[in-house]
């Protein structure tokens, strides 16, 4: 069995409080696209990961990588003591804030789910996976959503517009955790509306500049300055809105169409040696 594992991008990302034990609660829109990683999941006695050498990127193959984490926690879930052979074909950047990891992690659960003859219902599967980190349980969906508590609730927003984008990493990743700490030190608190947010991504690119907000990148810029740069590099190849996604470090840039996107795409590799550059779209 062949999956790709979509990786997303936040629309918007907001922070409504914190929970005793120290969890953020947030709101934000999540949409996947068709950047993916491709995971080849195949019957085994043994429980075991290899990189296939076509990768774009490394990739941790021991007991940190999530895939392996969700595959155990499936298989205690369950009973079962199963094992599968995984392929992993790495094509989005980790560090990123693209839910690289987490689209694994889904693609494999729902993989298994199927190859294992478990037929869990998809609430088991977000609830199994939560704990593991808070973008899987989204990730185990195809269409876009609000998300809000832990990464818990899920909500069902209407199809959105196609996208074309153009992602931009340096080569500096960062860890979310320090993003956060780093967003709990700061006194900056940006305003945020849902129902602005989803009604802009519905609208003509102009509006989203003024309504979409992720109050993660200013922590995250002070951080890793070339964010900053990053996005002012998008805008200057012509993107019409520009941001973080999630924790960083990647930005993205939304474009008219594929064309004017790998014109941008070819500029920034050229202005940007080091960085990774990718045209993709939304799905």
């Excluded at 205690?76 to 694994?104: H, M, W």
């Excluded at 709990?184 to 690119?205: I, Q």
Aim: glycine letters at 8%; proline letters at 6%; hydrophobic letters at 45%.
């Amino acid at each position: 069995m062949i999956i790709e594992a979509c990786a997303k991008i936040n629309w918007s990302l907001y922070i409504t409080g914190r929970r005793s034990d120290g969890y953020h609660l947030v709101d934000m829109i999540l949409q996947r696209i068709a950047l993916h990683d491709t995971l080849e999941v195949l019957p085994s006695e043994d429980l075991t990961l290899t990189l296939d050498p076509e990768s774009s990127f490394p990739a941790p193959l021991d007991g940190s990588n999530l895939i392996l984490k969700a595959a155990l926690a499936l298989r205690e879930r369950a009973g079962v003591n199963l094992g599968v052979a995984f392929t992993l074909k790495k094509r989005i950047p980790s560090g990123a804030g693209l839910g690289g990891g987490s689209a694994d992690a889904a693609a494999a659960l729902l993989a298994l789910n199927h190859l294992w003859g478990l037929d869990l219902p998809i609430k088991e599967l977000e609830a199994l996976s939560l704990p593991l980190g808070a973008d899987i349980p989204f990730c185990l969906h195809r269409e876009p959503m609000r998300v809000t508590g832990i990464g818990e609730t899920l909500t069902l927003l209407p199809a959105l517009p196609k996208r074309h984008l153009v992602l931009l990493k340096g080569p500096d990743g960062l860890d979310t955790g320090s993003v956060y700490r780093q967003y709990d030190r700061s006194e900056v608190r940006t305003s945020y509306h849902h129902d602005r947010a989803a009604a802009a991504l519905m609208s003509p690119c102009a509006f989203l500049r003024s309504v979409l907000t992720n109050v993660l990148e200013p922590p995250a810029l002070s951080l890793c300055p070339r964010i900053g740069a990053d996005i002012g590099r998008l805008y200057s190849a012509g993107a019409s809105f520009a941001q973080m996604t999630g924790s960083g470090s990647a930005v993205y840039g939304v474009f008219g169409d594929e064309d004017r996107a790998v014109k941008a795409c070819l500029a920034l590799k050229d202005s940007s040696p080091g960085s990774v550059c990718i045209v993709t779209s939304t799905i």
